[in-house]
Antibody, heavy 119, light 112 residues
Framework: EVQLAESGGGLVQPGGSLRLSCAAS????????MHWVRQAPGEGLVWVSH????????NYADSVKGRFTISRDNAKNALYLQMNNLRADDTAVYYC????????????WGRGTLVTVSS | DIVMTQSPDSLAVSLGERATINCKSS????????????LAWYQQKPGQPPKVLIY???TRESGVPDRFSGSGSGTDFTLTISSLQAEDVAVYYC?????????FGQGTKLEI
């Protein structure tokens, strides 16, 4: 059974940092593109970042570029999102999601982890 | 970026009736070389992550009931639920994977 499990969310002050993790199992993690997608409370889905299977290529939404860093450890079947200089508008549920090919739909999603940025 | 626009924003349909949700992209998501539309539909129930229903605009994901169907090509797409069931209450999103960044419609809230 495919599982994606996010962790690391919580309450952080503006300007603070958090590191999200996503533990993957049940599929060949090192062949999949992995994405982070976020959803602000009561709002829609917004792509944040993605990374290719071997970790050599990454991309970011303009809103997080220079503040967030995506990475992966294929030996541990793990995906990460380092979030620095957090702002109130980063408050959201963050989902990790898998994509089988570079241009393909999101086939699996984790249950998400809530990040709240507030003083 | 490709902008995805859904209509309506919300929809109330009686049990057993048809529900239709539209999605329009700001540019084509039809890749000419393989004639595939890079368009997916997702269902999101409260407190849950999204779940893919349809990909390539009209291919139903394994296990998805056949009352769900997708149609359209180029820039205009439709998700149809042929006979609404109580468990179909959710927010539905279209998403293009034709180009990065992948983008979603704003969502359509479906109620009974």
């Amino acid at each position: 059974e495919v599982q994606l499990a996010e962790s690391g969310g919580g309450l952080v002050q503006p300007g603070g940092s958090l590191r999200l993790s996503c533990a993957a199992s049940g599929f060949t993690f090192n062949t999949y593109w992995m994405h982070w997608v976020r959803q602000a409370p009561g709002e829609g889905l917004v792509w944040v970042s993605h990374i290719n299977p071997d970790g050599s290529s990454t991309n970011y939404a303009d809103s997080v570029k220079g503040r967030f860093t995506i990475s992966r450890d294929n030996a541990k079947n793990a995906l990460y999102l380092q979030m620095n200089n957090l702002r109130a508008d980063d408050t959201a549920v963050y989902y990790c999601a898998s994509v089988a090919h570079s241009y393909s739909w999101y086939d699996y999603w984790g249950r998400g982890t809530l990040v709240t940025v507030s003083s | 970026d490709i902008v995805m626009t859904q209509s309506p924003d919300s929809l109330a349909v009686s049990l057993g009736e048809r529900a239709t949700i539209n999605c329009k992209s700001s540019q084509t998501v039809l890749y000419r070389s393989n004639k595939k539309n890079y368009l997916a539909w997702y269902q999101q129930k409260p407190g849950q992550p999204p779940k893919v229903l349809i990909y390539w605009a009209s291919t139903r994901e394994s296990g998805v009931p056949d009352r769900f169907s997708g149609s359209g090509s180029g820039t205009d797409f439709t998700l149809t639920i042929s006979s609404l069931q109580a468990e179909d209450v959710a927010v539905y999103y279209c998403q293009q994977y034709y180009s990065t960044p992948f983008t979603f419609g704003q969502g359509t809230k479906l109620e009974i």
